[in-house]
C-alpha cells in the first residue's frame, strides 16, 4: 500500500539530495549492516508487532526487516516519492509487499499522516535521520508520540560525523571533498564534522525519556572489500559528476572550480585501486522505552 501526503515538504536539511548515487549507496544497507543493536529487542516481542520506519529511504532496511519478521508490519515514511516508488518496488521483489506499507511524509507531519495509527506502533525506528533534520529533539519527541505509550520503544542510529571518520589514505583530493561536504553543511571547516551521533543520548533526554528508559550504544561500518570500496566510489563519484544534482548545485555555490571537482573525482579512483585503502564511519545507537 502507497498513499501520497499533500502536506508541504520538510526543510531542505537533505544535504546528500535525491539522486541515484545515493539510491545506490542507502540499497547497500541492510539489517546485518544497520541494526543488529535492533534484533534483541524485535525478537522479544510478539510476532505480530507493528514497526515504523521513518526516513526508510528507499527501504532496503525496512524490507530486510519484514523478511526476518514475517508476521510483524512494516510501515516505511519518507518525505521522497523517487524512494517511496524504490522501497514499494524493493518490496514486491523481495516477497514483503503483504507486511508492508510505504508512505510519503515526513516527521513534520508524521502526525497527520499516520491519522488513527498515531500512537500505536511498538516500535518506531529512524537510521541516518536526525542527522538531516535540524529540529532532532523535536523529531524524537515525535517518533516518541508515535509510539505505544505504555513500553513502545523508540530507536535510532546516527552518524558521529557527516563525512566521514576515517579515509585511509586520506588523498588530497579526499581531504578537498571532506572540507567540502563541511562547507556545504554549513560548517566551513576541514577534517571531519561532527554529526548528530555524539548528542543522541542528550536528545533523547531532552525527548522526555529518563536516563533509565535508554539504552545507548555505538557500532561502525568500516568498507575495506573490493565490492564495498567499489559501492562507496561510485556513489562518490556519481555526487561529484552529476550536474543536476542538488549535491552538485550545493558544492559549485561553495565557489569551488569543475577541475577541483574532477581532481576529487581521480582521488576516490584512485583510492579504491589501492590495496591498503580502506574507511571506517561509527554510528550511535540508542533504544528508548515510552511508559
Ligand atoms: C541518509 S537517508 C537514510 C535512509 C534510510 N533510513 C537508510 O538508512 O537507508 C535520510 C532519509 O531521511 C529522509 N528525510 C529527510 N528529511 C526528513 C524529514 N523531515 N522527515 C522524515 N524523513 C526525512 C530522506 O528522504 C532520506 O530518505
Known sequence: ??????????????????????????????VQTCCTYLLPYL????????????????????????????????????PAQLFIDKAVALAAERGVSSNTSFIKGAVESLKEVLGDKWGTFDVVHCHQ????????????QTMKGAARADG??????????????????LLPGIAAWQKLTGEIIGAQKSGPVSGLGPRLLEVALGAG?????????ASSWCYSE???????VESMVGMLQN??????KKAVGTGVKEEELEEMVEAWKEWEGRDESWCVFVSAEVVCRNG
Open 1 to 30: 500500500m502507497t498513499s501520497t501526503s499533500t502536506l508541504p515538504p520538510p526543510k531542505d536539511t537533505f544535504t546528500t539530495g535525491y539522486n541515484k548515487a545515493s539510491l545506490d549507496r542507502y540499497a547497500f544497507r541492510n
Open 43 to 78: 525478537s522479544a516481542l510478539p510476532p505480530n508487532f507493528t514497526f515504523l520506519d521513518l526516513g526508510c529511504g528507499p527501504g532496503s532496511i525496512t524490507a530486510d526487516l519484514a523478511s526476518r519478521f514475517p508476521d510483524a508490519h512494516f510501515t516505511g515514511v519518507d
Open 209 to 217: 525519556w529518563r536516563r533509565e528508559q535508554i539504552k545507548a550504544g
Open 226 to 232: 573490493p565490492p564495498e570500496k567499489k559501492m562507496w
Open 129 to 140: 535521520v536526525l542527522n538531516h533534520i535540524k529540529e532532532a529533539v523535536a523529531a524524537m
Open 152 to 169: 513502545g520503544l523508540v530507536a535510532a542510529r546516527e552518524a558521529t560525523t557527516t563525512n566521514g571518520d576515517v579515509f585511509y589514505p
Open 243 to 248: 550536474k543536476e544534482s542538488d549535491w552538485y
